[in-house]
């Protein structure tokens, strides 16, 4: 590796303020905040949404709009091709 090129790699403290939670994960983002966690500083960055609160991870999946352009044609023309 050549050196003075490579950006400086530390573990930081994620928050995840949908879920409440905290990650500790070795990232090179720089960041001027900082926060005690499990008896160290660490810096500290906040975050909309991790695999603590999205609904792909959590499984509690939105139910999207049902009545679509397909769901509407189903609905009026489905019963035509049923013969």
């Known amino acids: 590796m050549k050196p ?3 950006p400086d790699y530390e573990k930081v403290v994620f ?4 879920a409440d939670t905290y990650f ?3 990232s090179t ?9 499990q ?7 906040a975050i909309d949404v991790s695999s603590a609160s999205h ?3 959590t499984g509690k999946q939105r139910v999207a709009q049902s009545d679509g352009r ?10 035509l091709g049923s013969k």
Do not use: C, Q, S, W
Not at 70 to 79: P, T
């Open 55 to 57: 609904p792909f991870y």
């Open 24 to 26: 500790l994960v070795g």
């Open 29 to 37: 983002i720089k960041t001027e905040r900082t926060i005690d966690y």
């Open 70 to 79: 397909i769901a509407k044609f189903n609905k009026r023309f489905g019963k």
């Open 4 to 6: 003075g090129i490579h």
């Open 15 to 18: 928050h995840d303020t949908a």
């Open 39 to 45: 008896g160290r500083t660490y810096p500290y960055v």
